[in-house]
């Protein structure tokens, strides 16, 4: 982020030009964009206000029906009420475990380096394949997580974790704090690099604590890194597909279930195309929403430092 | 410098280091243990009770998986989705960073804010439209279509990355070569794209891994299981009844170990691509 925003400053010459000559150079990427969100997007909203048949081919103007449907549909809440549960708690962790991890592999120790590496592991593994073998590490009878807790007599009969209503949607919470963190530590790292040695230097010459420095010179310095991570972590949190997916499929019934794999089971197991797009609609106007906040917050930040 | 912070070797040293083995030991374990279940044989798999370590070292899984289940298919699938997408968002997201990077014009704002929304709105969330969009154009069930989608949704951080080291890079060194006859794309070539292969690297590897992992795209378009990638494919293990564990962790310990090392090595660049468009 540091220097992102040094190089610009550094940048010399940048002409004014037309929009005409800018087309050759960025109309491919427009082009791409156009193809693969601004035509989804309003294929979304439009059919959301369509009578759109199972096989998709009649279309008539069907006004607010499906979202008065979706409305009415007794599931929706309770999956609504788990989504919020899913989002703030998953990136409240996140950010919170996140913080004392950068703060520590941002020391010198013999072996950071590895350490670093280790973390990089379920940021650059498939999210599928992770929640795969948390899957299996959590299974009832031959999972390594039941017969450790065995052996250590806390437990005498297997549980099944990922299945156990009790249990079920924690643990899904949990497999997506564990992928989240490796992304949100190292924003967080690169934000403490950010930081001059120097101001640091200076705070502990003027005999403040570590703890003193941390939350008066260091914390401040962090909040934008800190702002910047827990957005995209809301934003990745809310759109979050993958992991209920391969864990529990949403189930049992829509026990499991956010608004993200409702609305995709309502689409491709249900068939019920309508309340799914009305439903497809109401996310991306929270993202929109998050996007807008990210835009305004960093920018706010930005013009004051 | 360096002796001296060795020779401190504190109680509170000693603590941290615990500490940071401990964490990384945590965040390693389920791909350890994947690799431990990889070479199990299945009977020991379903034993009960099951035990920590292998008993039986079975290397042969890694042999015999390619006999059991379409991996080589997948693998196929997934290499030719993930090259293809990272060669369109070089094509696309080069010249378009590079004009960020040197011009202003009208509607640039816009442009931005169309780049970050890339970024932002996943494919899950406007999955139903992409399905109809993929059918509108007949292109259900093709590599096209995934190809395209996943180029798209991972430019953004290939234009952010790619402007940022464009910007470093003065505008002069081009101008002389300008001067001493080069075209703008000669220029471009021969001087810029040099200086920012850094970034190029970085922005090849992290699309790469981008498209390899992606799995709702692929998971609503694509039927055939000999196009399935390999996210998607080897979902297909767990449907059944007597899940071949052992052969499915060994393919994802195969499609996994590649992407971490080639992650490992952009590691210093990766913030800067995915943070950075909130201070353009």
Same mark, same amino acid.
């Given at each position: 982020m540091k220097s992102a925003s040094t190089k610009r400053k550094s940048s010399v010459a940048t002409h004014d030009v037309s929009v005409a000559s800018a087309l050759p150079w960025i109309g491919p990427a427009l082009l791409l964009i156009i193809l693969v969100v601004i035509w989804p997007v309003v294929e979304l909203v439009r059919i959301s206000f369509t009578d759109i048949t199972i096989a998709g081919s009649l279309l008539d103007f069907h006004g607010f029906a499906n979202y008065r449907e979706l409305l009415a549909n007794p599931d929706l809440y309770p999956v609504a009420r788990r989504t919020l549960l899913w989002v703030f708690g998953i990136v409240f962790f996140t950010v919170i475990l996140s913080l004392p991890?950068?703060?520590?592999?941002?020391?010198?120790?013999?072996?950071?380096?590895?350490?670093r590496w280790a973390l990089i592991f379920p940021w650059a593994a498939s999210v599928v394949m992770t929640s795969m073998i948390w899957t299996w590490i959590l299974d009832a009878y031959s999972g390594e997580f039941n017969l450790t807790l065995t052996q250590l007599g806390l437990i005498d009969e297997p549980v099944d974790w990922v299945n156990n209503p009790g249990s079920s949607f924690y643990v899904l919470m949990a497999v997506a704090v564990f992928v989240s963190i490796p992304f949100t530590?190292?924003?967080?790292?690169?934000?403490?690099?950010?930081?001059?040695?120097?101001?640091?230097?200076?705070?502990?010459?003027?005999?403040?604590?570590?703890?003193?420095?941390?939350?008066?010179?260091?914390?401040?310095? &962090?909040?934008?890194? *800190?702002?910047? #991570? +827990?957005?995209?972590? %809301?934003?990745?949190v809310f759109n979050s597909f993958p992991i209920i997916w391969i864990m529990t499929r949403g189930g049992p019934g829509y026990e499991t279930d956010t608004t993200t794999t409702f609305a995709y089971k309502l689409a491709f197991i249900e068939s019920n195309m309508?309340?799914?797009?009305?439903?497809?609609?109401?996310?991306?106007?929270?993202?929109?929403?998050?996007?807008? &906040?990210?835009?305004? *917050?960093?920018? #706010? +930040?930005?013009?004051? %430092? | 410098m360096k002796s001296t912070k060795a020779k401190k070797l504190t109680g509170k040293k000693v603590v941290t280091i615990s500490?940071?083995?401990?964490?990384?030991?945590?965040?390693?374990?389920?791909?350890?243990?994947?690799?431990?279940?990889?070479?199990?044989?299945?009977?020991?798999?379903?034993?009960?009770?099951?035990?920590?370590?292998?008993?039986?070292?079975?290397?042969?899984?890694?042999?015999?998986?390619?006999?059991n289940a379409p991996i080589a298919n997948y693998?196929?699938?997934?290499?030719?989705?993930?090259?293809?997408?990272?060669?369109?968002?070089?094509?696309?997201?080069?010249?378009?960073?590079?004009?960020?990077?040197?011009?202003?014009?009208?509607?640039?704002?816009?442009?931005?804010l169309l780049v970050l929304a890339t970024q932002m709105f996943s494919p899950t969330a406007l999955i139903i439209g992409i399905f109809r969009e993929v059918d509108f154009f007949n292109l259900l069930d093709s590599y096209l279509a995934l190809i395209?989608?996943?180029?798209?949704?991972?430019?953004?951080?290939?234009?952010?990355?790619?402007a940022g080291?464009?910007?470093?890079?003065?505008?002069?060194?081009?101008?002389?070569a300008l001067i001493d006859g080069c075209s703008r794309v000669q220029a471009l070539r021969k001087i810029t794209i040099p200086v920012a292969l850094p970034g190029v690297v970085t922005a090849i590897i992290f699309t790469f891994v981008a498209a390899w992992n992606e799995f709702t795209i692929a998971l609503t378009i694509i039927s055939s299981v000999d196009k399935k990638p390999l996210p998607v494919g080897l979902t297909q293990f767990i449907g059944q009844?007597?899940?071949?564990?052992?052969?499915?962790?060994?393919?994802?310990?195969?499609?996994?170990?590649?992407?971490?090392?080639?992650?490992?090595?952009?590691?210093?660049?990766?913030?800067?691509?995915?943070?950075?468009?909130?201070?353009?």
């Amino acid at each position: 982020m540091k220097s992102a925003s040094t190089k610009r400053k550094s940048s010399v010459a940048t002409h004014d030009v037309s929009v005409a000559s800018a087309l050759p150079w960025i109309g491919p990427a427009l082009l791409l964009i156009i193809l693969v969100v601004i035509w989804p997007v309003v294929e979304l909203v439009r059919i959301s206000f369509t009578d759109i048949t199972i096989a998709g081919s009649l279309l008539d103007f069907h006004g607010f029906a499906n979202y008065r449907e979706l409305l009415a549909n007794p599931d929706l809440y309770p999956v609504a009420r788990r989504t919020l549960l899913w989002v703030f708690g998953i990136v409240f962790f996140t950010v919170i475990l996140s913080l004392p991890l950068a703060q520590l592999i941002n020391q010198n120790f013999p072996g950071r380096k590895y350490v670093r590496w280790a973390l990089i592991f379920p940021w650059a593994a498939s999210v599928v394949m992770t929640s795969m073998i948390w899957t299996w590490i959590l299974d009832a009878y031959s999972g390594e997580f039941n017969l450790t807790l065995t052996q250590l007599g806390l437990i005498d009969e297997p549980v099944d974790w990922v299945n156990n209503p009790g249990s079920s949607f924690y643990v899904l919470m949990a497999v997506a704090v564990f992928v989240s963190i490796p992304f949100t530590t190292y924003v967080l790292l690169a934000g403490l690099q950010s930081i001059p040695n120097d101001i640091v230097e200076a705070a502990s010459v003027d005999g403040a604590s570590h703890w003193q420095t941390y939350r008066q010179i260091k914390f401040p310095l &962090l909040r934008n890194a *800190l702002l910047i #991570a +827990t957005i995209i972590n %809301l934003i990745n949190v809310f759109n979050s597909f993958p992991i209920i997916w391969i864990m529990t499929r949403g189930g049992p019934g829509y026990e499991t279930d956010t608004t993200t794999t409702f609305a995709y089971k309502l689409a491709f197991i249900e068939s019920n195309m309508g309340q799914s797009t009305a439903l497809g609609v109401f996310n991306f106007i929270v993202i929109l929403l998050i996007v807008s &906040l990210y835009l305004k *917050l960093t920018k #706010a +930040t930005r013009t004051e %430092l | 410098m360096k002796s001296t912070k060795a020779k401190k070797l504190t109680g509170k040293k000693v603590v941290t280091i615990s500490v940071a083995y401990l964490i990384a030991w945590f965040f390693l374990y389920p791909y350890i243990h994947m690799f431990l279940t990889s070479v199990r044989t299945h009977e020991e798999l379903y034993a009960y009770p099951t035990t920590h370590f292998p008993q039986v070292w079975q290397w042969r899984n890694y042999l015999d998986l390619w006999d059991n289940a379409p991996i080589a298919n997948y693998l196929k699938s997934s290499l030719i989705i993930s090259i293809s997408a990272t060669i369109l968002v070089l094509l696309v997201s080069l010249p378009a960073a590079y004009f960020l990077a040197r011009y202003r014009f009208r509607f640039r704002g816009v442009f931005l804010l169309l780049v970050l929304a890339t970024q932002m709105f996943s494919p899950t969330a406007l999955i139903i439209g992409i399905f109809r969009e993929v059918d509108f154009f007949n292109l259900l069930d093709s590599y096209l279509a995934l190809i395209i989608l996943n180029a798209g949704f991972n430019l953004a951080f290939s234009i952010w990355l790619l402007a940022g080291f464009f910007s470093s890079i003065p505008a002069e060194i081009e101008e002389a070569a300008l001067i001493d006859g080069c075209s703008r794309v000669q220029a471009l070539r021969k001087i810029t794209i040099p200086v920012a292969l850094p970034g190029v690297v970085t922005a090849i590897i992290f699309t790469f891994v981008a498209a390899w992992n992606e799995f709702t795209i692929a998971l609503t378009i694509i039927s055939s299981v000999d196009k399935k990638p390999l996210p998607v494919g080897l979902t297909q293990f767990i449907g059944q009844y007597d899940i071949a564990w052992e052969y499915l962790f060994a393919s994802t310990i195969i499609a996994i170990i590649p992407v971490v090392v080639l992650f490992i090595a952009i590691e210093k660049y990766l913030v800067g691509g995915l943070t950075a468009g909130s201070v353009k």
